[in-house]
């Protein structure tokens, strides 16, 4: 009995642990830095929209709107039907806030 409980735990704390792990991969925050720095440095910088139900564009400040209104939009990411949604708040956030930075920091093409 105390073997089945003593698993039990193990298996328990594994689950646990691993539902806590912070997402790696190709739609981490990291990720999604490194691509926003490979498309301003292509001349193809966009802005990457989130979301489930409704969606929106994370990390834009209502000030820095005017600086990236004439950017293209990529939706790829929204919808309550895409698996990879729970993903898609830090790596547009993470994204957009990349380009911003490149805009303002006198990158700018």
């Known amino acids: 009995m105390k073997h089945m ?3 039990f735990m193990a298996v328990a704390l594994i689950f646990c642990s691993c539902s806590s792990t912070p997402f790696v991969g190709s739609l981490s925050p990291q990720a999604a830095k490194r691509q926003a720095q490979r498309d301003f440095a292509a001349g193809k910088p966009e802005i990457y929209k989130a979301g489930g139900y409704a969606s929106f564009e994370p990390g834009i400040e209502e000030s820095q709107k005017p600086l990236v209104a004439k950017l293209p939009r990529d ?3 929204v919808g ?3 698996p990879n949604v729970q993903y898609s708040e830090g790596y547009a956030t993470a994204y957009n806030k990349e380009i911003i930075f490149l805009m303002k920091d006198g990158h700018q093409r």
């Open 80 to 82: 309550c039907t895409n």
């Open 5 to 7: 409980l003593l698993g």
């Open 75 to 77: 939706s790829r990411l």
